[in-house]
């Protein structure tokens, strides 16, 4: 099954406050691709409104599935996530008083994600060998980079076709954020996803993405392959501080 996710023209905001001015991203079939922005610039803004958590005044969110074009705005977000479009949120919200292994239980809500439960948590435990050894510690008392890696692991428990990440590396030393985005990529590569990854570190989110967008004030600044972002202008400004 072929995906794509197109994002046309966008406009968004809270209230009165335009957040989003018209932004257009394009995440093709097997693609990796960064949404880079410093604080406040709208891209928790730009994947909510994917996820149907924040609705675009303007604009147009749609799936390309094999030929097919699927609409997404104005659906909610458990429809847009029976879709096989995923969300890892910014700052992970786990239930912390919960054990590791009803954390992942709980990404499993769609019907058809519940009919295959054994089979993604055993997916889950292989890819997050970690997840296995504490599935009964509670999710609070895990570590940081652990966190992280269950909220992923929570979200391949709806079998995504389309994850969308939000700033995995948030809180964590250098170390782990490595360790998290290496396994970004062999997610990606062992398992077919189409990633969308929002991420204000700039220099790990290159290591696994094929294209970027450079996200300033709501509006695309720059996009391109990871080789040319790396070159331009704006990013050896904000992220390289060159
Ligand atoms: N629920 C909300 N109500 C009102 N304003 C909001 C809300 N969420 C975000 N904003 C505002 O929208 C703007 C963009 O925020 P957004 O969270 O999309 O940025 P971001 O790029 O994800 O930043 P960060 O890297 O800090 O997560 C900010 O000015 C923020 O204050
Ligand atoms: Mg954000």
């Not at 912390?96 to 239980?105: A, D, G």
């Not at 499993?108 to 970690?130: G, S, T």
């Not at 996803?193 to 204000?200: I, P, S």
Request: glycine letters at 10%.
């Amino acid at each position: 099954m072929a995906n794509r996710l197109v994002v046309r023209n966008v406009e968004a905001g809270y209230g009165a406050v335009r957040v989003l001015h018209g932004v257009s991203i394009e995440v093709n079939d097997g693609e990796t691709v960064v949404l880079l922005g410093t604080n406040g610039n709208g891209k928790s803004t730009l994947i909510n409104c994917v996820m149907g958590v924040v609705r675009p005044e303007r604009g147009e969110i749609y799936l390309e599935r094999d030929g097919q074009r699927i609409d997404l705005v104005g659906r909610t977000p458990e429809e847009i996530v029976h879709l096989g479009v995923t969300l890892v949120p910014e700052g992970r919200r786990l239930f912390p008083k919960l054990t590791v292994e009803e954390n992942l239980l709980l990404g499993a809500f769609r019907a058809d994600a519940r009919r295959d439960i054994a089979k993604n948590l055993e997916f889950c435990f292989e890819a997050f060998p970690v997840l296995r050894e504490r599935k009964r510690q509670l999710a609070g008392s895990m570590s940081g980079g652990e966190q992280q890696m269950l909220a992923i692991g929570r979200a391949l428990m709806a079998t995504p076709a389309i994850l969308l990440v939000d700033e995995p590396s948030v809180g964590l030393a250098p170390v782990l954020v490595s360790r998290v985005i290496a396994k970004i990529r062999e997610l990606k590569e062992r398992y077919h996803l189409t990633v969308l990854m929002a991420e204000q570190n700039f220099n790990q989110a290159v290591k696994i993405a094929d294209r970027g967008y450079v996200i300033v004030h709501g509006q695309i600044a720059f996009e391109g392959r990871t080789k040319d972002l790396t070159e331009h202008e704006l990013v050896k400004k904000f992220y390289l501080g060159v």
